[in-house]
């Protein structure tokens, strides 16, 4: 499974501030927590959420560069433990900030590729990705 958030899509006025997991190994529990601050130096009004998820079998490459404003994940999930034949579900999350004036955006990537090992067992096959991507703007 492939996710990224792109901070600076549409334009450099977005930055990486944070992000959520980083690489993991093995069965594991992560935290994500994301935030957002809003308002000038006198008024700012701020919100955030947190969460965390089990990570059965399932090892996260954490992809991400603040150089580049984003946030990339790998789940590579195990094929021989259980969670390779049932339901999963990711969750990763990110913090982006954005200048207070003007229309600013990023993009979202939600993608998956398939394998299986070859009859043989020496090799693998795969699909091509299956992927979607979103594109948001904000108005200011």
């Known amino acids: 499974m492939y996710t990224w958030i ?3 899509y549409y334009n450099s006025g977005g930055f990486l501030s944070d992000y959520a997991p980083t690489t993991t190994s093995g069965t594991t529990t ?13 008024t700012q009004v ?7 998820y089990t990570i059965p079998d399932v090892r996260v490459y954490d992809e991400s560069d603040y150089f580049q404003e984003i946030a990339k994940w790998r789940h590579d999930i195990a094929e021989d433990k259980a969670v390779g034949s049932n339901t999963y579900q990711i969750e990763p999350g990110a913090t982006l900030r954005f200048p207070q004036d003007g229309v600013h955006g990023w993009a979202e990537h939600y993608g998956v590729k398939y394998g299986k090992p070859k009859w043989w067992g020496l090799s693998w096959d795969f699909t091509d ?10 108005y200011n």
């Open 30 to 42: 992560v935290g994500v927590s994301i935030g957002v601050a809003v308002g000038d130096d006198e």
């Open 6 to 8: 792109d901070a600076d």
């Open 46 to 52: 701020s919100a955030s959420q947190s969460w965390s």
């Open 129 to 138: 990705e299956f992927w979607i991507e979103v594109y948001l703007k904000i």
